[in-house]
């Protein structure tokens, strides 16, 4: 089943680790290691990530995972391909995406528990 990323404004961290496929800690680390990376934060001090930032996680998730490359060498993929101006034409044909494996489970579970909870509410 394909899967794109919502058309909303800014997501959660829960909600960009699905998509994405990968941990939270995950994102907080390449957050670290990628200067293009910059999620905001609510008045709360979550984050924020914008639909930018979660096609950016897509690309870095493909460099690291798919390509092969180190943090480093996807680093400087990623320059590159910024001075070179082709960074967005590669991620365009790769949407839709489909949702990992594993988010299934959690997207399910989530449903399976927000649906409880208006059973209760309903009761």
Do not use: C
């Not at 060498?73 to 991620?91: S, W």
């Amino acid at each position: 089943m394909p899967f794109t990323i919502p058309d909303k404004l800014y997501f959660k961290i829960g909600e960009v680790s699905t998509i994405v496929g990968v941990k939270p800690y995950v994102l907080r680390y390449w957050e670290t290691e990628f200067d293009l990376l910059k999620p905001g934060n609510a008045p709360a001090r979550h984050r924020l990530y914008k639909r930018k930032d979660v096609e950016m996680l897509l690309r870095i998730k493909g460099l690291l995972y798919s390509e092969g490359y180190t943090i480093d060498g996807a680093r400087k993929k990623l320059k590159q391909r910024a001075r070179d101006g082709t960074e967005g034409e590669e991620q365009k044909s790769q949407l839709p995406l489909p949702l990992p494996n594993h988010a299934y489970k959690e997207v399910l579970a989530k449903i399976k528990e927000d649906l409880a909870s208006l059973q209760k509410l309903i009761s």
